[in-house]
């Protein structure tokens, strides 16, 4: 399938005291935008998620990837930063809300890696808005005391050989209220570097987000081209 595309767009949103900046990208028709969240010392540039934009971006969903911050390991994971970054998160969402070029679109999540904690935090802060969230890898266990509180449908991805990730994940699994799949990806390692493994967690994404973000009419098994995705 090919679709379309306005071309990227760097944007700059007002989050709290900080201005982020974020690159957008709207295929024409688009009914649904991804926000993209990376882990730590990532960026909106990381090569593990670009790929997968572009696959939502040549399927026909609209993304954005920011910059959030570059996280402190030690901090993050004595939960300092996840409530200023979840916050921070929350407040881009509300300006794509309002943004004109994406006020109508349906909002799903995308974290990996420390980034996973940071989406599902976020969207407690929301009733309704945020429909679908896709984590990868990652440690989104470290957002437990708001588990119960997540209200959007969850996809949890994670490696065969990541051992530590699945058992994090079940837990994380178990902790959620809403509708939840956790999927093991074959041969595939904590960081999905082995040939073809982050193909395969987008593809899963993409099939996650049009069950639930797309409108009724256009739900439909979709298998898209991964060749660029390694």
């Known amino acids: 399938m090919k679709t379309n595309l306005i071309d990227k767009q760097e944007i700059t949103y007002q989050a709290g005291d900080q201005t982020i900046t974020g690159d957008l990208v709207i295929p024409a028709n688009a009914k649904a935008i991804v ?12 090569p593990r998620n670009i790929p997968a934009a572009d696959l939502l971006n040549h399927s026909g969903i609209a993304t954005l990837l920011i910059s959030i911050e570059k996280i402190d390991e030690d901090l993050f994971l004595k939960g300092s930063n996840l409530h200023v970054l979840s916050n921070r998160f929350a407040d881009i969402t509300r300006a794509v809300l309002s943004d004109s070029r994406t006020e109508k679109l349906s909002i799903g999540y995308f974290g990996s890696g420390t980034g996973a904690a940071v989406v599902l935090a976020a969207s407690t802060k929301f009733q309704h808005e945020v429909k679908a969230i896709v984590c990868r890898g990652g440690r989104p266990e470290e957002a437990v005391a708001l588990l119960d509180q997540v209200k959007a449908v969850t996809l949890l ?20 209220k809403v509708p939840c799949e956790l999927k093991i990806i074959p041969g595939a390692s904590r960081l999905f570097e082995e040939r073809g493994k982050l193909g395969e967690a987008a593809q899963l994404a993409l099939d996650w987000y049009y069950k639930h973000l797309l409108p009724s009419a256009e739900k439909q098994p979709h298998q898209a081209n991964m060749q660029h995705i390694n």
């Open 157 to 176: 991805i994670c490696g065969e050989n990541d051992k530590e990730g699945i058992a994090l994940n079940e837990m994380t699994k178990d902790h959620l």
């Open 35 to 46: 926000i993209f969240c990376h882990g730590i010392n990532s960026s909106r540039h990381s």
